[in-house]
């Protein structure tokens, strides 16, 4: 900064003193002419036009040209680390309003600094429903089909979760927030994340019920007669066991954003990394819930919105079947995703 106000000021400096001596010089000559029409005053010889005129033209040329030679390099040299410094005073800006935001509009759910907290439940108040930590949120999807964290967190925001207490945050979505602000709180949450998440297995002493009633209720039912997510009577008509652990170890991701989460490679909720061994108990619950006659329909995905559903119910179908029974790889290619 301060090399920046020394050259403006020695520039302005010489400037101020070229235009004195101007001035100076002009008055001069107007003087020694004044009485005489200027279309009277005698012109310039040849010999002072070739010489002392041209010179004088030629010197104030040199000076302009050694100004610019030095003036524009030296702006030119100063930009790039101007520019980076109006970057970072940008995103400072930026983050010091995503922290507010963030305490204004999210602490009471996500926890004060962002280390998760949770939510009555939509369907139950007594009922809490698990807001994630935020601070991990990087690293949690470190190796899940989410490549680009800053978009995923900017959807989420802006869409909310449908049919979990997450509301959308965007206006287009009938939330508060422009895109702007919703930009300054990932940029926020981005700055604060943490590299080190919770390793222990929070599952090791749970049964496969106590896990299914702790994780899946609220989305598939307490008789796993489906909610938000698609009912799990008749699961196994539709996956074998190895096909359903997968699921439950890595997660549905849905365009609309409410997704199965998983459960171990990336998970939703840092207290729920399970082991396999874990998700087979709960596959093996799962498997001793099912009833004795299943309904005509159990082969098929089923949205929990009855029929017809909502225009994903058949996206829903095309987006399990390639699943299907790795055993029989034709059954998936040779059963059309109709369920009209
Ligand atoms: C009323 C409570 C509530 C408020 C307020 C709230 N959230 Fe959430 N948020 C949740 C819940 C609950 C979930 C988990 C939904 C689920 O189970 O899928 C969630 C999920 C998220 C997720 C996805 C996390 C992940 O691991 O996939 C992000 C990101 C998020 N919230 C950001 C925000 C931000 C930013 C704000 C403030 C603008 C905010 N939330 C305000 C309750 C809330
Ligand atoms: C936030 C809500 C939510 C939670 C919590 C949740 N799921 Fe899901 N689940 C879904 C959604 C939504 C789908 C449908 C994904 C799709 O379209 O294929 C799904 C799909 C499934 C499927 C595949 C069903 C099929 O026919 O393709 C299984 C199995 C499943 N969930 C089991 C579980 C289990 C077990 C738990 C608890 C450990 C659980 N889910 C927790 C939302 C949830």
Not at 107 to 131: L, Q
Request: with cysteine.
């Amino acid at each position: 900064m301060s090399v920046t106000v020394i050259v403006i000021g020695v520039l302005a400096l010489t400037a101020v003193a070229v235009i004195v001596l101007l001035l100076a010089n002009a008055a001069r000559g107007r003087r020694a002419v004044q009485d005489v029409p200027p279309a009277l005053r005698p012109g310039y010889s040849d010999d002072e036009l070739e010489r002392r005129v041209i010179e004088r033209y030629m010197g104030w040329g040199l000076v302009l040209t050694i100004f610019f030679a030095v003036f524009l390099p030296a702006y030119w040299l100063r930009e790039p680390s101007r520019l980076t410094g109006q970057t970072q005073a940008a995103f400072v800006a930026n983050f010091e309003r995503g922290e507010e935001l963030f305490v204004e509009n999210c602490a009471m759910c996500h926890g004060a600094n962002a280390e998760g907290g949770g939510a009555p439940s939509t369907y139950d108040p007594d009922d809490s429903w698990p807001a994630p930590n935020l601070t991990t949120i990087v690293k949690r999807y470190e190796d899940s089909p989410v490549t680009d964290i800053r978009d995923y967190l900017e959807t989420t925001i802006e869409r909310g979760r449908p049919g979990t207490p997450m509301p959308a945050w965007g206006a287009q979505y009938g939330g508060p927030m422009t895109d702007q602000q919703m930009s300054d709180i990932t940029d926020w949450i981005l700055a604060n994340q943490k590299a080190e998440v919770i390793e222990a297995d929070p599952a090791a002493n749970k049964s496969g019920e106590e896990l299914y009633q702790q994780n899946c209720v609220r989305c598939h039912g307490r008789e796993l007669e489906g909610f938000i997510g698609p009912s799990l009577v008749g699961v196994f008509e539709r996956h074998n066991e190895q096909t359903v652990l997968g699921i439950l170890r890595n997660g549905i991701f849905l365009a609309n954003g409410v997704s199965m989460p998983p459960w171990q490679e990336a998970y939703m909720y840092e207290d729920a990394r399970y082991t396999d061994a874990a998700l087979e108990r709960i596959v093996d619950y799962l498997k001793s819930q099912q009833p004795d006659t299943l309904p005509e329909d159990a082969g098929q995905y089923r949205t929990p919105y009855g029929d017809g559903g909502p225009a994903g119910a058949g996206g829903g179908t095309d987006q399990t079947a390639p699943e299907e029974d790795p055993d029989d790889p034709g059954a998936a290619a040779s059963e059309p995703a109709t369920d009209a």
